[in-house]
């Protein structure tokens, strides 16, 4: 089960990388940012949110061991991590936020605490 389990988190990791490595302009709108000047943006999309999450996808199944998944999970630590600090710094929309932060959240939570010996 948790072999099943980890196998989707990692999947879901390549997808939503994908949105952030193909597509930055969607991936900018639901994120409301907006370019200005420069095609910059899209780049930095293109690597953090995007092949990023790709390849920490991709490195949790080929290597398919208990710490690269726990890994994945402290990727999602440190991006849930960043939406709590802009809570609490630059008041976004809250429902947002939760949104995305809730299910990096989740992801973190049961990466990190299914592949760890405590």
Known sequence: MIETLNI???MLTIGFGL?????????????D????????????LRASTGGLFVVAGIAA????????Y??????????ALGRLVSLLFDHPPVK?????????????????GANLSF
């Open 19 to 31: 949105f952030g490595l193909i597509s930055p302009n969607y991936t900018a709108s639901v994120l």
């Open 70 to 79: 726990a890994m994945l999970g402290f990727v999602y630590a440190g991006a």
């Open 61 to 68: 199944l080929w290597l398919s061991a208990p710490m690269a």
């Open 33 to 44: 940012l907006t370019p200005r000047g420069s095609t910059m943006g899209y780049s930095e």
């Open 96 to 112: 947002k936020v939760m949104a995305y932060g809730g299910i990096e959240a989740a992801l973190a939570l049961w990466l990190i």
């Open 8 to 10: 989707i988190a990692a």
